[in-house]
C-alpha cells in the first residue's frame, strides 16, 4: 500500500459548504460575518472555508451536514443516522481490504456529524484495530495485513490532528510517551488527540523514549500532565526503578503520571509508581478535566 497521508480536501467554497450544511450561500454568509463561521480570501481574491472551521461549527451549533460527500467526507446525516456500531464494522472491513481512504473517511464523517471524538476512538477504531488483532492471532489474517491496518489508523489520526482546533495560548501542557521497549505508537497518538479535544496543549514525544529522557522533559518543559502508554514491557524491574525516578521528580514539579495500556495488570501496577491509571480514554478524559479545572 503505497504510504499516503489523505485524502480530504482542507478548503472549500462558499457554494459547497452552503450546499453540504442545506443552507443558502447568504445564510453562510451571515454566519460569517457574524463572527461564527470563519472564512477566509485566496492570493486571488476568492472566498474559502477550512474544513476544521465547518466542523467545529457543526459540533458547536444545531447545524447538520445534509452533504457531506460535498466536503470530502462520505455518508448523509439524512439517512438512517449515525451508527457507531455500523461504522465500526465498516472501518473493519476497509482495515482489512486496506481501503484506507474509506476508513479515514468514515472516521471523518463522524467527528463532522458530532459523535464525539473519545466515542470515535473507543468503540470504533481501537476496538477495530482489536479485532483485527485476534484474526491475526488466529491465523485467518497475514501479518502484514496486521501491520498495514496500524498504518491505515495512524493516518486517520494525522488527518484528524490536522481537523482539531489548536489549543489556547493558555492551555496546559501534557506529554506523552512510550517508554523504552514500547514501540506502540497508536494508543499515545490516540491520548493525544483525546486531550487536545479536552483543551490541552496536548504532543507526543514519540515511542522508545527512556524514562530519563522523559524525567529531563518533566524538568526543562514542565508539562501538567505526562501520560505514558504502556502496551510493551520488556524489562519490568528496570522500569520499576525508573518509573520511581519519574514519579518522585513529577511530584517536585507539579506534574501528574497518567499510565494506561496493555500491559498494566495489576501485578504490575503494584511495581511501578504513578499518579493515576487509566484503564481508557472514558477514564482519562475526566481526570484531565479536574486537572485542568486547577489550573
Known amino acids: 500500500m503505497e504510504n499516503k497521508i489523505?485524502?480530504?480536501?482542507?478548503?472549500?467554497?462558499?457554494?459547497?459548504?452552503?450546499?453540504?450544511?442545506?443552507?443558502?450561500?447568504?445564510?453562510?454568509?451571515?454566519?460569517?460575518?457574524?463572527?461564527?463561521l470563519s472564512m477566509h480570501r485566496t492570493a486571488g481574491g476568492h472566498r474559502r472555508l477550512r474544513l476544521v472551521d465547518v466542523l467545529q461549527f457543526v459540533r458547536t451549533t444545531e447545524q447538520r451536514l445534509?452533504?457531506?460527500?460535498?466536503?470530502?467526507?462520505?455518508?448523509?446525516?439524512?439517512?438512517?443516522?449515525?451508527?457507531?456500531?455500523?461504522?465500526?464494522?465498516?472501518?473493519?472491513?476497509?482495515?482489512?481490504?486496506?481501503?484506507?481512504?474509506?476508513?479515514?473517511?468514515?472516521?471523518?464523517?463522524?467527528?463532522?456529524?458530532?459523535?464525539?471524538?473519545?466515542?470515535?476512538?473507543?468503540e470504533v477504531y481501537t476496538p477495530?484495530?482489536?479485532?483485527?488483532?485476534?484474526?491475526?492471532?488466529?491465523?485467518?489474517?497475514?501479518?502484514?495485513?496486521?501491520?498495514?491496518?496500524?498504518?491505515?489508523?495512524?493516518?486517520?489520526?494525522?488527518?484528524?490532528?490536522?481537523?482539531?482546533?489548536?489549543?489556547?495560548?493558555?492551555?496546559?501542557?501534557?506529554?506523552?510517551?512510550?517508554?523504552?521497549?514500547?514501540?506502540?505508537?497508536?494508543?499515545?497518538?490516540?491520548?493525544?488527540?483525546?486531550?487536545?479535544?479536552?483543551?490541552?496543549?496536548?504532543?507526543?514525544?514519540?515511542?522508545?523514549?527512556?524514562v530519563s529522557s522523559i524525567i529531563e522533559a518533566v524538568i526543562s518543559k514542565q508539562p501538567k500532565l505526562v501520560w505514558l502508554s504502556l502496551s510493551e514491557i520488556p524489562d519490568l524491574d528496570a522500569l520499576s526503578v525508573r518509573m520511581t525516578e519519574l514519579a518522585a521528580c513529577a511530584a517536585q514539579h507539579g506534574t501528574c503520571v497518567v499510565v494506561g495500556g496493555r500491559a498494566l495488570n495489576e501485578t504490575v501496577r503494584k511495581r511501578l509508581q504513578y499518579t493515576a491509571f487509566c484503564e481508557d480514554f472514558y477514564h482519562l478524559v475526566p481526570l484531565a478535566n479536574s486537572l485542568r479545572s486547577r489550573v
Not at 480536501?9 to 454566519?31: H, I, M, N, T, Y
Not at 491465523?139 to 498495514?148: A, G, S, Y
Not at 497508536?186 to 507526543?204: D, F, H, I, K, Y
Request: aromatic share 6%; charged share 20%; proline share 5%.
Open 6 to 36: 489523505t485524502l480530504i480536501p482542507e478548503d472549500f467554497s462558499p457554494k459547497q459548504v452552503a450546499q453540504a450544511l442545506g443552507v443558502s450561500e447568504s445564510s453562510l454568509k451571515r454566519w460569517c460575518d457574524r463572527g461564527l
Open 66 to 122: 445534509v452533504s457531506p460527500e460535498l466536503i470530502g467526507l462520505t455518508g448523509r446525516s439524512n439517512d438512517e443516522g449515525v451508527s457507531v456500531e455500523r461504522s465500526k464494522q465498516r472501518v473493519i472491513d476497509a482495515l482489512i481490504n486496506g481501503d484506507q481512504e474509506t476508513a479515514v473517511a468514515i472516521g471523518v464523517t463522524l467527528y463532522g456529524q458530532s459523535c464525539p471524538l473519545i466515542t470515535i476512538i473507543e
Open 128 to 210: 477495530a484495530l482489536r479485532e483485527i488483532g485476534e484474526r491475526w492471532a488466529a491465523h485467518t489474517l497475514e501479518i502484514f495485513e496486521e501491520r498495514r491496518s496500524v498504518v491505515i489508523v495512524m493516518q486517520f489520526l494525522a488527518v484528524l490532528s490536522r481537523l482539531l482546533p489548536e489549543p489556547d495560548a493558555d492551555a496546559p501542557l501534557a506529554l506523552g510517551a512510550t517508554c523504552e521497549g514500547d514501540f506502540f505508537t497508536v494508543p499515545m497518538t490516540m491520548g493525544e488527540m483525546v486531550l487536545r479535544e479536552a483543551g490541552w496543549n496536548a504532543q507526543s514525544m514519540g515511542s522508545n523514549i527512556p
